[in-house]
């Protein structure tokens, strides 16, 4: 399997965001944040800041608990 | 019902046929949070709906559905967080790629139990993204 770009990705998927997401702003605002700090990592030449991966964390972790919890 | 099907779809494009090599398996996996988090929201759009029930007319949540959705999300999570170990690691390895990719497959297969419960319609971000290319 090839793998995709993130940031093609969800360049891709932004478009549909207003579109498709209307009254939906948690999940707008999941791909407009990761857009932005994939681009600015990637524009940056550098990886994943600490802090980064701390928001990362904290979001992926809360829609697994609730999930669970649900 | 119909935010749960269009936001949902956001992640699809994971499943496109618009694929390039990322700058890195970090990248990658930071990428596939962001869909994980997007399909999540979606799927808990339906989970958290009363169960379906004699007395609970729709919109409600199929229990089977439901613990099905709560399964994949433990795989998907777990894929997540090994790929993030490992390309944290060492982000050009092919082990933090696979693992990257092992988590690309999670988060498709609780996109299609989504797709297979009617949660979602149909993956229209495929389609957006092989328009992007």
Known sequence: MEFASVIALLKALQPYVPLALMGFSKAKAIVDWGTTTVQKAVAEGRGISNDEWREWNQLTREIHEAIQAS | ?133
């Not at chain 2, 494009?13 to 949070?33: N, R």
């Not at chain 2, 999300?73 to 967080?81: E, P, Q």
């Not at chain 2, 988060?107 to 993956?123: K, N, T, Y």
């Open chain 2, 1 to 133: 019902m119909k935010t749960i099907i269009l936001a949902a779809a956001l992640a699809l494009g994971l499943s496109g046929c618009a694929l390039f090599e990322g700058e890195t398996a970090e990248h990658d996996v930071f990428g596939v949070g962001i869909a994980y988090a997007a399909v999540g929201t979606a799927a808990l759009e339906y989970t958290t709906l009363p169960r379906c029930s004699d007395t609970q007319p729709a919109p409600c949540s199929e229990q089977a559905a439901v613990d099905h959705i709560k399964n994949l999300d433990n795989v998907a999570y777990n894929a997540l967080k090994a790929a993030q170990q490992a390309a944290m690691a060492d982000s050009t390895s092919l082990a933090a790629q696979r693992a990257a990719a092992n988590a690309f497959a999670a988060v498709l297969a609780m996109e299609q139990a989504l797709l297979g419960f009617g949660v979602i319609e149909e993956p229209i971000a495929e389609t957006a993204a092989e328009e992007s290319v």
